[in-house]
């Protein structure tokens, strides 16, 4: 079966710019991350989602990053006004479980990761 | 802070070498650890975690609790091995993965 996707697997976007990134998770899977990948670094954080509840986005550096999942399948990342600090690879990852409310241990369940999209803001 | 620290940028050994891929973690409660790898020209994929206590590949890593250490070790190293590695940590009852900034091995033939 398809792994995740994500699109477009490249975008340069001038400062200013607003973007729209998108991620196709594995069906079925119930959670969604994304995740921000600078040069050199491993992947940040930066939220997560459990069918169409965003449950954390402690990570999203800034108000101009935006992210939903409106029907509990694919999820759009928008960054309004980029930054040239805002150029990384953008990875998105879907795993089959989630967290419960009122758990007070998660089940492990293995993030599957996509491609990325590389975001170059000149 | 929770953090994941991986010293090595570059690791650099030939076929048949064993190697250590080193990771220090802080974190005060009961974390997951997972070791990460990214092949050249594929996808971030899980390597192994450590409750499996499962050798994926030839790959081993132990938690060691007391200097919050999770080394990834394999006794022979192959030339299919070179990639980067990422190790990672799981807070407990959460969800945000913590990864380091990663190591790339070089096995030279």
């Known amino acids: 079966g398809a792994g995740v996707s994500q699109s477009p697997r490249y975008k340069v976007a001038k400062r200013g710019q607003d973007v729209a990134l998108r991620c196709d998770p594995i069906?079925?899977?119930?959670?969604l991350f994304w995740y921000q990948q600078a040069l050199g670094q491993g992947p940040e954080f930066l939220t997560y989602?459990?069918?169409?509840?965003?449950?954390?986005k402690s990570g999203l550096p800034s108000d101009r990053f935006f992210a939903e999942r409106p029907e509990g399948s694919v999820s759009t990342l928008k960054i309004q006004r980029t930054q040239q600090e805002d150029s990384a690879v953008y990875l998105c990852?879907?795993?089959?479980?989630?967290?419960?409310?009122?758990?007070?241990?998660?089940?492990?369940?293995?993030?599957?990761f996509g491609p990325g999209t590389r975001l170059t803001v000149l | 802070a929770q953090r994941v620290t991986q010293p090595e940028k570059l690791l650099s050994v030939f076929k048949g070498a064993p190697v250590e891929l080193k990771c220090n973690y802080s974190?005060?409660?009961?974390?997951?650890l997972f070791w990460y790898v990214q092949y050249s020209r594929q996808r971030l994929q899980l390597l192994l975690r450590?409750?499996s206590r499962e050798s994926i590949k030839g790959f081993t890593a132990d938690l060691n609790k007391g200097e919050t250490s999770f080394h990834l070790k394999k006794p022979f190293a192959q030339e299919e091995d070179s990639a980067m590695y990422y190790c990672?940590?799981?807070?407990?009852?959460?969800?945000?993965?913590?990864f380091g900034a990663g190591t790339r091995l070089f096995v030279k033939a």
């Open positions: 450590h409750i």
């Open positions: 974190y005060s409660g009961s974390p997951e």
């Open positions: 069906s079925g899977h119930v959670s």
């Open positions: 989602f459990q069918n169409e509840a965003q449950l954390d």
């Open positions: 990852a879907s795993s089959l479980g989630g967290l419960w409310a009122g758990a007070e241990i998660r089940s492990y369940n293995e993030q599957f």
């Open positions: 990672a940590l799981d807070k407990d009852g959460g969800f945000k993965t913590i």
